[in-house]
T-cell receptor, first 114, second 115 residues
Framework: NAGVTQTPKFRVLKTGQSMTLLCAQD?????MYWYRQDPGMGLRLIHY???????AKGEVPDGYNVSRLKKQNFLLGLESAAPSQTSVYFC?????????????FGDGTRLSIL | AQKITQTQPGMFVQEKEAVTLDCTYD???????LFWYKQPSSGEMIFLIY??????QNATEGRYSLNFQKARKSANLVISASQLGDSAMYFC????????????FGQGTTLQVKP
């Protein structure tokens, strides 16, 4: 029973490099989200998707792109990494219509940009 | 603007005692939901408890209860009989109206349980 799986768990990049974070869920959830967590700031929403083929901007979308080509996968891309993007990234998913159901989170990806 | 505020950066509690973690929220929506998550030092986010804006009873889940005061826009988490394993960061979050399911998180409160 995997739930939400994030790949990779850790990564170190140099400024200007690109990379893609992968999120996969096996709960048939319609909604998926990418958050970043920084000390003292809680979790902030980067981008989200309400269904396959659809994405939307969250609170802090600059410098990131996303794609949801398959219902179970949600990819977060950094085209040109910057030190300000050093953070812990969380993917989450949830059902569309059940209001009291929580978002289920992956274990996070710790990303350092040098 | 929708906002969640957790004013206690850090809290200490003696093992076996109860502790209240504060959360206030701001929204103009009539329909919303409030969630509490626990984040232990290992980093994962664990869902604890949910309260809907139309729920008349305070939510309870085992040792966790939510003190929901709608008029004051507060949704405080009460942990009874604290255990050492309760030491963690705790986040309050709000799901506002609309069809996106987005959550707005507070800054978090670090709880340390003393033996």
């Amino acid at each position: 029973n995997a739930g939400v799986t994030q790949t990779p768990k850790f990564r170190v990049l140099k400024t200007g490099q690109s990379m893609t974070l992968l999120c996969a869920q096996d709960m048939n959830h319609e909604y998926m989200y990418w958050y970043r967590q920084d000390p003292g700031m809680g979790l902030r929403l980067i981008h989200y998707s309400v269904g396959e083929g659809t994405t939307a901007k969250g609170e802090v979308p600059d410098g990131y792109n996303v794609s949801r080509l398959k219902k179970q996968n949600f990819l977060l891309g950094l085209e040109s990494a910057a030190p300000s993007q050093t953070s812990v990234y969380f993917c989450a998913s949830s059902y569309r219509t059940i209001s009291n159901q929580p978002q289920h989170f992956g274990d996070g990806t710790r990303l350092s940009i040098l | 603007a929708q906002k969640i505020t957790q004013t206690q950066p850090g809290m200490f509690v003696q093992e076996k005692e109860a502790v209240t973690l504060d959360c206030t929220y701001d929204t103009s929506d009539q329909s919303y939901g409030l969630f509490w998550y626990k984040q232990p030092s290992s980093g994962e986010m664990i869902f604890l408890i949910y309260q809907g804006s139309y729920d008349e009873q305070n939510a309870t889940e085992g040792r966790y209860s939510l003190n929901f005061q709608k008029a004051r826009k507060s949704a405080n988490l009460v942990i009874s009989a604290s255990q050492l394993g309760d030491s963690a960061m705790y986040f309050c979050a709000m799901r506002a109206g609309g069809n996106t399911g987005k959550l707005i998180f507070g800054q978090g409160t670090t709880l340390q349980v003393k033996p």
